[in-house]
């Protein structure tokens, strides 16, 4: 369970630091890429949360299989 934890923290991390340097300058607002709706921008934005929501999807499907299969 632990290591699937730090999977866990370990994705969050790394999608809160990749959103971070985006908003990290009040002058991204501005950037082309962001200020213009840049299709590709926004769809890598789009991806990165996928692949994040995904990654702890299955760590919290993992999570409920061990709850389920331990007898209390």
Do not use: Q
């Not at 999608?15 to 840049?38: Q, R």
């Amino acid at each position: 369970m632990i290591n699937m934890l730090k999977k866990a923290r370990l994705t969050i991390r790394n999608t809160e630091k990749y959103l971070s340097s985006i908003l990290a300058y009040e002058w991204m607002a501005y950037h082309p890429h962001f200020h213009g709706n840049d299709k590709r921008a926004i769809k890598e934005l789009v991806n990165n949360l996928t692949a994040t929501n995904k990654e702890i999807g299955d760590v919290v499907k993992k999570l409920k299989k061990e709850l389920a299969s331990e007898d209390f």
